[in-house]
């Protein structure tokens, strides 16, 4: 099993930055890939980040790029989610996901989940 908790979530204003942190722990020598992804209310789960463990070939989902940077240290197991130019519609709660298969862009693809940390940005 891998446990999975995030931090970094909160407030912030349109064009601000927060960054998002996703600590592994347990049986982390299993995980393939770590990804971010994020619920907006009422909506579905969408695929926002990932990255490849061992070789860290990243990948974003197309509203993110050029303002979002995932990156991963291996020796603390811990994932990052660097997010500039923050706008309203990145307003959701974000999920950490570990995968054993590796990278993917499918909820389904990704085995273990933290709690998630909600972001807030206003105008």
């Known amino acids: 099993q891998v446990q999975l908790a995030e931090s970094g979530g909160g407030s912030v204003q349109a064009g601000g930055s927060l960054r998002l942190s996703c600590a592994a722990s347990?049986?982390?020598?299993?995980?393939?890939?770590m990804g971010w992804f994020r619920q907006a209310p009422g909506k579905e789960r969408n695929f926002v980040a990932t990255?490849?463990?061992?070789?860290?070939?990243?990948y974003y989902t197309d509203s993110v790029k050029g303002r979002f940077t995932i990156s991963r240290d291996t020796a603390k197991n811990t994932v990052y989610l660097q997010m500039n130019r923050l706008k309203r519609e990145d307003t959701a709660i974000y999920y950490c996901?570990?995968?054993?298969?590796?990278?993917?862009?499918?909820?389904?693809?990704?085995?273990?989940w933290g709690q998630g940390t909600q972001v807030t940005v206003s105008s």
């Open positions: 996901a570990a995968g054993v298969r590796g990278v993917a862009t499918s909820t389904y693809e990704y085995d273990y």
């Open positions: 347990g049986r982390t020598e299993n995980i393939k890939a």
């Open positions: 990255v490849s463990w061992t070789g860290g070939s990243t």
